[in-house]
Structure formats: structure tokens, C-alpha cells
């Protein structure tokens, strides 16, 4: 499993998102500006993120975006999984029903399962809050 740039994208516009928060809403182009990243590829991301509802968004005038909820509830898999659909590590596990004509005897599902549920558990553990705060103890031990 790898988990593309739009993934990875979502996960800084997010604690961006969180960082800069003040209850209004973030016009797109000053995220833009602060992750170096192209206004034309987040509109694609945020798209999905609102989609799932993770953003609010508005147009026009004073619009832009903003979380939906505390930054404690959201999780790297809720972020992951609304911009990569799924973050399954083989493709016969990425839909809800498995109908590879193998499962009944694969000898190996029980692996990928297994395998699975400890990425799709330890992406669940970690929240925007805990992101944010890890970036901050970072930046704190390069000062000093």
C-alpha cells in the first residue's frame, strides 16, 4: 500500500486547516500559499474532503473553508480514507464485499486481513490534535 500525494496533501491541508482555524472560513488560495501547494490540485482535495464531510465550504465573498468538527475528532483514517476511498494494502480487500474468486481458499486473506486491520487501527489512534502537537514538540527540539 502506498498512499498517493493527495493522501498526503489532505493530511497538511487538514492541520493547516486546524492550525489556522478561528471559526471563519479559509479561502482556499491561503492554504495554497502556506503548503506550497498548487490552488488548482487542492481544489480536488478539498472537494473529497467535503464530499465526506470533513469541510464546510462557501462560495463567493468571505468564502473559503473550515472544519466541521473539534480537531480531536478527526482522524488520520477519516482523512486517508476520503481521499485515497481506500487504504486496504490489496485490492480484494479495498471494496466492501470481496469477490475475488479466490477467497473461499486463498491461503493468504487471512494475512492481508490481519495486516489491514493493524494499518487501518493505527491510523484510526491519530488525530489532527496529536499531528499538531507532535509538530510543535519537533519544532521546539530543532531551536533548541
Not at 56 to 72: E, P, Q, T, W
Not at 132 to 141: A, F, N, T
Request: proline share 3%; aromatic share 6%; with cysteine.
Amino acid at each position: 500500500m502506498m498512499i498517493s500525494t493527495k493522501g498526503r496533501y489532505a493530511l497538511r491541508v487538514m492541520i493547516d486547516m486546524a492550525q489556522h482555524s478561528n471559526g471563519l472560513f479559509i479561502p482556499l488560495s491561503d492554504v495554497a500559499a502556506r503548503q506550497n501547494i498548487s490552488e488548482k490540485y487542492l481544489e480536488s482535495i478539498v472537494a473529497s474532503l467535503t464530499r465526506h464531510g470533513l469541510l464546510a465550504s462557501v462560495r463567493g465573498k468571505g468564502g473559503g473553508y473550515k472544519l466541521n468538527r473539534d480537531i480531536n475528532q478527526y482522524t488520520a483514517a477519516d482523512i486517508l480514507k476520503a481521499t485515497e476511498g481506500s487504504i486496504a494494502p490489496v485490492a480484494c480487500l479495498a471494496k466492501e464485499v470481496n469477490d475475488c474468486p479466490n477467497v473461499s481458499h486463498c491461503p493468504t486473506l487471512k494475512m492481508w486481513q490481519g495486516l489491514q486491520e493493524l494499518i487501518e487501527d493505527y491510523f484510526e489512534k491519530i488525530t489532527l490534535d496529536k499531528l499538531i502537537l507532535e509538530q510543535s514538540e519537533y519544532k521546539s527540539v530543532i531551536k533548541n
